[in-house]
């Protein structure tokens, strides 16, 4: 089955834990993506990669990591995490199309919560 | 930057009517894309919609259709024999050379 997976599902940390969620796609697809999802700012997209070893940020980068060192996965790393990066937050990939205006398959979401 | 306004917080309608969301977007670019997606209470993101800046004739799927004008930067999506699992939060949009910018949401309750 073509899907996106992210891992864990669900996270509760202390402020300074480093911690990474995973994303694994297998559908070969070129462009990956990570956003934040918040009450009322709908979402906002951290960091996206057009292939292996490219990434680039996105609109809230800030206390993020990200490496696409393989093209199915791409992990999101919080080095120190604080709480104000307690969210909903969605992986997602898509074929590259030429222009990376494809539709985006998203992953079910890790909820993210940082006392 | 690109923006994309949802000014409708939250809507409702009545099982079987139509309903309309509204969106509205702003950029300087002239090769993008526009899409609703749609995240019922179990999160998960789903693509109702799909429309492709360069075409002039509105996308349907089914009960879902937009109304994309380009020149005043709009897109609605339009909701008709609305059904209660239709009942979600749902987002409008854009994306342009790999940056997807998305609306803050509606909030559709379908009432039987």
């Known amino acids: 089955e073509a899907q996106v997976t992210q891992n864990p599902r669900y996270l509760i940390t202390v402020t300074g834990k480093k911690l990474t969620v995973t994303c694994s796609q297998n559908?070969?697809?070129?462009?990956m993506s990570w956003y934040r999802q918040d009450p009322g700012l709908g979402l906002r997209q951290i960091y996206y990669?057009?292939?292996?070893?490219?990434?680039d940020k996105g609109d809230v980068p800030e206390g993020y990591k990200v490496s696409r060192k393989e093209k199915r996965n791409f992990p999101l790393i919080l080095e120190s995490p604080s709480p104000n990066q307690t969210s909903l937050y969605f992986c997602?990939?898509?074929?590259?199309?030429?222009?990376?205006?494809?539709?985006?398959?998203f992953g079910p979401g890790t909820r993210l919560t940082v006392l | 930057a690109q923006t994309v306004t949802q000014s409708q917080p939250e809507m409702s309608v009545q099982e079987a009517e139509t309903v309309t969301l509204s969106c509205t977007y702003d950029?300087?670019?002239?090769?993008?894309?526009l899409f609703w997606y749609k995240q019922p209470p179990s999160r998960q993101m789903i693509l109702v919609i799909r429309?492709?800046?360069?075409?002039?004739q509105n996308a349907t799927e089914n009960r879902f259709s937009v109304n994309f004008q380009k020149a005043a930067k709009s897109f609605s999506l339009k909701i008709s024999d609305s059904q209660l699992g239709d009942t979600a939060m749902y987002f409008c949009?854009?994306?342009?050379?790999?940056?997807?910018?998305f609306g803050q949401g509606t909030i559709l309750t379908v009432h039987p």
């Open positions: 997602a990939s898509s074929p590259s199309g030429g222009d990376y205006t494809d539709t985006q398959y």
């Open positions: 559908m070969n697809h070129e462009y």
């Open positions: 990669s057009m292939n292996v070893e490219v990434t």
């Open positions: 950029t300087s670019e002239n090769n993008y894309y």
């Open positions: 429309q492709e800046a360069y075409k002039q």
């Open positions: 949009a854009f994306i342009s050379y790999g940056k997807l910018t």
